[in-house]
């Protein structure tokens, strides 16, 4: 089964030095069943698109539903980072955002 995680939602997620409002189905579905998560990371090259499996999370690696989540949200990271130019949102992502780090507006970045 396949699951977006970068979903806009009410969870409250760190990620990059801030915290944003994601989806928290995929954490929630892995605790309750113990079911691994798999991150992904597609990628274009042209007009080919990769996918990057990264190594599954154990749900009961982490003590709850919301550590899964921050660690499914730290796998994703460094992906972007390092291709910030793959991130496409279809919505604006200010309204997600719950803080920022000092110095930076909202709508700014």
Do not use: K, N, Y
């Not at 390092?82 to 803080?99: F, G, K, M």
């Not at 920022?100 to 909202?106: F, M, V």
Request: charged share 20%; hydrophobic share 40%.
């Amino acid at each position: 089964m396949l699951l977006a995680f970068d979903a806009p939602g009410a969870t409250p997620t760190p990620f990059l030095g801030r915290t944003v409002l994601l989806t928290s189905g995929p954490a929630e579905l892995s605790h309750r069943t113990g079911a691994p998560i798999v991150p992904d990371v597609p990628h274009r090259e042209g007009t080919e698109i990769h996918v990057t499996f990264q190594p599954p999370l154990d749900p009961a690696g982490h003590p709850d539903r919301q550590a899964l989540h921050a660690a499914v949200a730290a796998r994703f990271e460094q992906p972007v980072v390092d291709r910030p130019e793959s991130v496409r949102l279809a919505w604006d992502p200010c309204p997600l955002i719950v803080d920022t780090p000092a110095g930076l507006e909202l709508g700014t970045a």
